[in-house]
């Protein structure tokens, strides 16, 4: 499941940095990069999204520090 995080975070920091860039510059990258193929700009969204919600669901597990917070310690 390790790759699932890694691929899960970085997705996650992808759309994040989109968002930023978004509301900095008005410069939509993931648009510019993939808005020219159909359908293609929604799925990277999608995933983004289910990145994200996964990493917010398995966060607890995954950090050492919220786990101890969270009264689930490792």
Known sequence: ?????IVAFTLTV????N?????LLDLNLVN?????IAGLETIVYI???????YLVVTHKN??????AMMGGAK
């Open 1 to 5: 499941m390790k790759w699932l995080h």
């Open 14 to 17: 992808v759309g994040a940095l």
């Open 19 to 23: 968002w930023g860039l978004v509301g």
């Open 32 to 36: 510019a990069i993939f808005g020219s």
């Open 47 to 53: 995933l983004v999204g289910v990145s994200a919600v």
């Open 62 to 67: 995954d950090c050492k520090i919220c786990g």
